[in-house]
């Protein structure tokens, strides 16, 4: 029997560890956690105002089928919430409530300012390489991204059509900005979270490694 030795026998077996390789794709949504607390901020403020301009009771009906929109659905449920907490009875069937509420979203997004005192990175070409970035020199800097929600709402009478409500455009602003100064000096302000929501001790901060605690042992008997 012919043994093989040498790069001829070790072809196959690197073949069967490749073929045994496999990978993994990590993605991310469309919006970042801190655009989805800068939209649903902004929603709840605008849904709390359009509840109490509407100041509707009785058994409501809420139509929110020319409301489309990515992130629609967070604001409809809001005001929907904001009119239970007012006194409104909201049923799921059209033909047996006394009003009908529909509603109107114009705007529900998130804008983003800056300004910068001192000198921005800028991009330079280099041949034969990646482009390169100059540091960027902060006197001083803000970064301001704002919720912004625009809701409307009219309640009219479901037998008759009349009108019953109209709360006209209720708005909503939600604001997060970062600040520099003089280079090292850097914070953050914003209205998204109370005070004290945040995990403590916070995810990215170090913790030292606490022993397991060793499970009780029941007196022998």
């Known amino acids: 029997m012919t043994v093989r ?49 509407l100041s509707v009771t009785g058994s409501v009906y809420v139509d929110s089928s020319s409301v489309e929109g990515y992130d629609n659905k967070y604001a409809i449920s809001a005001i929907r919430d904001a ?17 009908v509420v529909e509603l109107r ?15 921005p990175s800028i991009t330079m070409p ?4 990646n482009n390169a970035s100059t540091p960027e020199i902060s006197l001083f800097k803000k970064e301001l991204t704002q919720g912004v ?38 914070w953050e302000t914003n209205d998204l979270l109370p ?6 001790p916070a995810p990215w901060e170090t913790m030292e490694a606490k022993p397991a605690a060793r499970p009780e042992r029941a007196d022998a008997e």
């Not at 990978?23 to 403020?45: F, G, H, W, Y």
């Not at 005070?195 to 403590?200: A, D, I, K, L, W």
């Open 195 to 200: 005070s004290g929501e945040r995990p403590q």
């Open 149 to 186: 929600a625009k809701v409307a709402g009219t309640a009219y009478d479901r037998k008759t059509g009349a009108l019953v409500a109209s709360s006209g455009p209720q708005y909503g602003f939600s604001n997060k900005a970062e600040w520099v100064l003089l280079l090292l000096l850097r």
């Open 126 to 129: 280099l041949p034969m390489a």
């Open 83 to 99: 009119l239970l907490r007012r006194g409104a009875r909201l049923l799921s069937a059209r033909d047996a409530a006394d009003t």
């Open 5 to 53: 030795r040498g790069p001829a026998a070790v072809l196959p077996a690197l073949g069967l560890l490749l073929a045994g390789c496999s990978s993994s794709q990590v993605t991310t949504p469309a919006r970042t956690a801190t655009e989805q607390l800068l939209i649903s901020t902004a929603a709840d403020k605008a849904a709390e105002r359009l509840a109490e301009t």
């Open 105 to 119: 979203v114009g705007a529900l997004s998130v804008d983003s300012e800056n300004a910068l005192v001192g000198i």
